[in-house]
């Protein structure tokens, strides 16, 4: 009898390994790029999930500068502060934000259309 429960499986967790090795699991950061479509052809660019050490008004201005375009900074409950800018502006931002060092290229993600 002590041969046959030594041979019994014991329980199996896929995860077991993962939650081991990868403590933070979904911690990587991303910045998340959007737009959104207004009225017309009016659109929106939403930039989201920047680091918040970072002053938000000062690559805002930034972003305006560089694109000719307006934006603002909006307090959102639940995503923490959000750029917002006029016009469909995502490989603007997706590029400036990888040459100002600010993210990397990988931790980028553009939806959309």
């Known amino acids: 009898m002590s041969e046959l429960d030594s041979q019994v499986p014991t329980a199996f967790d896929p995860f077991a390994d993962a939650n081991a090795e990868d403590s933070g699991a979904g911690t990587k950061e991303y910045v998340h790029i959007r ?20 002053s938000y008004s000062k690559i805002l201005k930034d972003l305006k500068k560089e694109f000719c375009c307006n934006g603002t900074v909006v307090q959102d409950p639940e995503l923490g502060q959000v750029i917002q800018l006029q016009g ?17 290229k990988d931790n980028i993600k553009i939806h959309g259309f």
């Open 88 to 104: 469909d502006q995502r490989k603007n931002v997706s590029t400036f934000l990888v040459q100002a060092g600010l993210v990397k």
């Open 35 to 54: 737009v959104q479509q207004r009225n017309g052809r009016k659109s929106l660019t939403t930039v989201q999930g920047l680091k918040k050490e970072y």
